[in-house]
């Protein structure tokens, strides 16, 4: 969707090696989060920030470290690389928690940890 | 574990409604209900949401019974374009911030010629 973006889209990498990846924003929301899918479990929320610095777990976090250094950007690092990791990843943003109009997700990045 | 309950795949012909049941009988009074699709590969679409009354903007009807504990989204005119994985989803209050949304598997729905 327009106004927000993730990359990179497609990512493989080896097990044990640190990875970042990168949600961006446009929309000035205040609220930002990923998601991880995978076949059988839907989406799962991992981390969500509710402003700049601020940031919480959701409830598949082990393994994962966020960052929010500015509004516009939400940075998801798997500090070590495993094959459960390999996911499709999706960052969200919603302008509040009185929103009218949901979330507005991105096209997601297909990780592959080999 | 997500608390709505929906039938894992539908058909529909194309130019016909299509009407996707949602089960959430144990929705509390300040949850809302919405629904998003996913079409292949894309990031979810947020399409409607509800408290109690029915709703309805450009893509789709929400009808919420009396009771709140099921609703249904109509697409008034399903196109092949339509054919995607619909969510729904009841929102979760916890305390803070965070308006958690939990995410089940959905309804597959198929557009069919």
């Known amino acids: 969707d327009a106004g927000i973006t993730q990359s990179p889209r497609h990512k493989v990498t080896e097990t044990g090696t640190p990875v970042t990846l990168r949600c961006h924003q446009t929309?000035?929301?205040?609220?930002m989060y990923w998601y991880r899918q995978d076949p059988g479990h839907g989406l799962r929320l991992i981390h969500y920030?509710?402003?700049?610095?601020?940031?919480d777990k959701g409830e598949v976090s082990d393994g994962y470290s966020v960052s929010r250094s500015k509004t516009e950007d939400f940075l998801l690092t798997l500090e070590s690389a495993t094959s459960s990791q390999t996911s499709v990843y999706f960052c969200?943003?919603?302008?509040?928690?009185?929103?009218?109009?949901?979330?507005?997700f991105g096209s997601g990045t297909r990780l592959t940890v080999v | 574990d997500a608390k709505t309950t929906q039938p894992p795949s539908m058909d529909c012909a194309e130019g016909r409604a299509a009407n996707l049941p949602c089960n959430h009988s144990?929705?509390?009074?300040?949850?809302?209900v919405y629904w998003y699709r996913q079409i292949h590969s894309q990031g979810p679409q947020y399409i409607i949401h509800?408290?109690?009354?029915?709703e309805t903007n450009e893509m789709a009807s929400l009808i919420i019974t009396e009771d709140r504990k099921s609703s249904t989204l109509i697409l008034p005119h399903a196109t092949l374009r339509d054919t995607a994985v619909y969510y729904c989803?009841?929102?979760?209050?916890?305390?803070?911030?965070?308006?958690?949304?939990?995410w089940g598997l959905g309804t597959s729905l198929a557009v069919n010629p």
């Open positions: 969200a943003i919603s302008e509040s928690v009185r929103t009218r109009i949901g979330y507005t």
């Open positions: 929309e000035n929301h205040r609220y």
């Open positions: 920030s509710y402003g700049v610095k601020d940031t």
């Open positions: 144990t929705i509390s009074g300040n949850e809302y």
């Open positions: 509800g408290l109690k009354n029915n």
């Open positions: 989803i009841v929102r979760v209050n916890n305390a803070g911030n965070n308006r958690k949304l939990i």
